[in-house]
């Protein structure tokens, strides 16, 4: 298996809801990350989980929330979110370490906040 | 802050015809990545190359990397209709200890158009 699976594919979610994006790889990586991309931007690093502990936060607002369950998992927990954080949110796993490998992308989840 | 500045933006050519991307970065790295992304979907990982090398090819691909200048150039020969993405460089910079940051940085991206 060499695919990094998104669920929900689109979501659309009111300001007052609480949602939760998942993500999942049985490729062995023992990194992944989250990732957030408004159109026509490049993809922005939102978190970094290494071997299951959060090792990057950058500075992401706590309305986003995310958990590492096992190594196959990466969850994004959403709360009270604005219309402003509507973007794709790419979940990526690697290799951690000494790096030189690439990153495998899921399909992105397409979040629309009214 | 994206670290990458891509040019050009947009590219349009003809199948058949070479396309080439150019990326900047600013600061040192271990490895400078492309990837390719469609109709906004996910990115596809096309080539690594290392901060010790200097051109890597892979099928189509050519890549180059100058650390002196702090750039990359992609350049896909004999382009095909399915080449029709968006390009984005990417940079891993190292921590203080040499190893992965773990923290990829995008460049701005390059549209390509290839027309049949």
């Known amino acids: 298996d060499t695919e990094v699976t998104q669920t929900p594919k689109h979501l659309v979610m009111g300001m007052t809801n609480k949602k939760s994006l998942k993500c999942e790889q049985h490729m062995g990586h023992r990194a992944m990350y989250w990732y957030k991309q408004k159109a026509k931007k490049p993809p922005e690093l939102m978190f970094v989980y290494s071997y299951e502990k959060l090792s990057i936060n950058e500075s992401v607002p706590s309305r986003f929330s995310p958990e590492c369950p096992n190594s196959s998992l990466l969850n994004l927990h959403l709360h009270a979110l604005q219309p402003e954080d509507s973007a794709l949110y790419l979940c990526?796993?690697?290799?951690?370490?000494?790096?030189?490998?690439?990153?495998?992308f899921g399909s992105g989840t397409r979040l629309t906040v009214v | 802050s994206q670290q990458g500045e891509e040019d050009p933006q947009a590219l349009s050519i003809q199948e058949g015809e070479n396309a080439t991307m150019n990326c900047s970065y600013k600061t040192s790295i271990n490895n400078l990545q492309w990837y390719r992304q469609n109709s906004g979907r996910g990115l596809v990982h096309l080539i690594l190359i290392r901060s010790n090398e200097r051109e890597k090819h892979s099928g189509r691909l050519r890549v180059t990397l100058d650390t002196s200048k702090k750039s990359s150039s992609l350049l896909i020969t004999a382009s095909r209709a399915a080449d029709t993405a968006s390009y984005f460089c990417a940079t891993d910079a190292p921590n203080a200890g040499g190893t992965s940051y773990g923290k990829l940085t995008f460049g701005q991206g390059t549209i390509l158009t290839v027309h049949p």
């Open positions: 990526a796993s690697s290799r951690p370490g000494r790096g030189n490998y690439g990153y495998t």
